[in-house]
C-alpha cells in the first residue's frame, strides 16, 4: 500500500493480522493500522492478543521501510494475532494535531506567513509549537486562544488528499516547517489536510474529521526560546 492503512482508513481501530518477523520484545506485522509517529506526533499504542496471551504495543522503530511494533514484555511471537488500538490516545493526539494546525494557519495569517521550526503532540494532552516569530509580541500570541476555539466550535470539516511533491513545493503555504518537510510516500505523492476554507498544508499525521470533535484548547504558557523562536504550549480542557 503506497499510503499508511491509518491514513487510507481512520476509523480501523481492531484488526487482525499475523507476526510476519520477530525478535525479543518487538514484531513486524503484515499490516497495520497504527501511525508510526514521526513530525513531532508520538506513535499510536495498543494491545495485541495472541495465542498465549496479550501485550502491550508501547512504540514503533522504523529500520528502514520495516516497522518494528515494540512490546512491553522481551516475547518472540508467531503466528495469527488481534491488535486494538488505544482509542483514546489516537483521539487526543487527533485533537491536538489538529488544534496545532489551527494555530499555525492562524499565526501564518496573522504574522506575516511565520513558519513553523519544531513541534510535539503529546498523548497526555498537551502539546507545543515553535514559531520563528523574532518581533512578535507575546501577548498577541495569547490572544489567539478564542479565535482557535471559534474554529473549533464552527465545526469546519477536515479532510486529507495528496498531491504531487513538485505541486507541494512550489505551491506557496503547503509547506510550513523552516527546514523540514513530511517525506512524500511511496508513490511519490505528499499528503494534504485540509481544514474548511481556513488552512490547508503537508501533513503525515492523524486528525479529526470534523473540528467540532475536539475539546477546547487552552494557550497554557509562551517562552521565548532563543533570539528568533517562539514556543506556544497548548492543552486540551
Not at 504574522?111 to 503532540?121: E, H, M, N, R, Y
Request: aromatic content about 4%; charged content about 20%.
Amino acid at each position: 500500500m503506497p499510503h499508511y492503512l491509518c491514513h487510507e482508513q481512520p476509523d480501523l481501530l481492531d484488526f487482525e493480522t499475523t507476526v510476519i518477523a520477530s525478535r525479543p520484545g518487538a514484531v513486524v506485522l503484515a499490516r497495520s493500522a497504527l501511525h508510526p509517529g514521526g513530525g513531532g506526533q508520538v506513535p499510536d499504542a495498543a494491545t495485541l492478543t495472541h495465542a498465549h496471551g496479550a501485550a502491550r504495543i508501547t512504540g514503533i522503530a522504523a529500520e528502514g521501510d520495516v516497522l518494528w511494533h515494540l512490546l512491553d514484555e522481551p516475547l518472540e511471537l508467531s503466528g495469527d494475532v488481534h491488535v486494538a488500538i488505544d482509542a483514546a490516545r489516537r483521539s487526543t493526539v487527533a485533537q491536538l494535531h489538529t488544534g496545532t494546525h489551527i494555530l499555525n494557519a492562524l499565526v501564518y495569517q496573522r504574522f506575516a506567513g511565520a513558519l513553523v521550526t519544531g513541534a510535539q503532540i503529546n498523548a497526555d494532552g498537551t502539546a507545543r509549537m515553535d514559531f520563528d516569530l523574532p518581533e512578535a509580541d507575546n501577548d498577541a500570541l495569547r490572544l489567539l486562544e478564542e479565535p482557535v476555539n471559534e474554529v473549533i466550535r464552527s465545526a469546519m470539516d477536515v479532510r486529507t488528499y495528496y498531491v504531487s511533491a513538485t505541486e507541494a513545493k512550489s505551491t506557496e503555504g503547503l509547506i510550513r516547517s523552516l527546514s523540514v518537510a513530511p517525506p512524500p510516500t511511496p508513490d511519490g505523492t505528499v499528503r494534504i489536510v485540509e481544514i474548511g476554507d481556513l488552512d490547508r498544508q503537508a501533513c503525515g499525521g492523524t486528525h479529526l474529521t470534523n473540528t467540532a470533535q475536539s475539546r477546547p484548547i487552552r494557550i497554557a504558557k509562551i517562552e521565548n526560546k532563543g533570539r528568533r523562536n517562539r514556543r506556544v504550549r497548548i492543552e486540551l480542557v
